[in-house]
């Protein structure tokens, strides 16, 4: 029996990183978080002075780049090890998020990758988060979701992540980014961001946290 894949797709602010981290520790799953694979590689990419519009270099780069995520045993966050550094904090910033956008839209960029991904899928399970986990990396997972909120609300969500890491940002140059950011996921033409075939789809605007979880919880156990 092939091992279970619960796929969490949507847009930026979402909630996808909360509520794909909640539920794989509920079923017990493994967890991949496909965004911060893509940051990692923007960010690489960024360290190395490479031209994020020179594709053959970014893919040389998501070929070699070394991405760890280190779970501390305190059971604190999940930390990422980019090339031997812990980038955990850079990586949550708008530039890195930008950058790797822009990477994500190059087909060898996304293929490199392709393998990296699929070998989370590990015993006794896997939630995978992301834009393309139940339309192309794991298409063959049997649980799909896809959340999504409204861009203001998404904007105020990651505005308050923000803040409490300590940076200074502004809720109006946010959202002017997240809507930027989406509207290239979407409309790329390779992996664009939409609801798998089949997948249940979630709008989390008005909807508290744990009410989310609940709901995913019930599409991979029904009953
Ligand atoms: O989810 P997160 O905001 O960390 O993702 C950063 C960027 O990486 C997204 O805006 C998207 O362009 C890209 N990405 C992707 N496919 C995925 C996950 C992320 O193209 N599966």
Redesign the pocket.
Known sequence: KPVPVLTI?GP?GSG??TISRAVADALGWHLL???????AVGYAAGMAGIDLSDAAAVTRCAETTKIVFRDPKDGGETRVVVNGHDATDELRTETC?AA??AI??IPAV?AALFDK?RAFRRSPGLVA?????GTV?FSDAEHKIFLTASAEERARRRYKQLKEKGLTVTLSSLLREIEA?DE??ATRKV?P?KPAAGAVVIDSTAIPIDQVIARVLAVVRPG
């Open positions: 797709d930026s996808k990183g978080d496909s965004g911060a694979i893509y940051r998020g790797a956008s994500a839209a996304r991904q988060d992301g834009r393309d986990m990396v950011r290239r996921d992996a961001l």
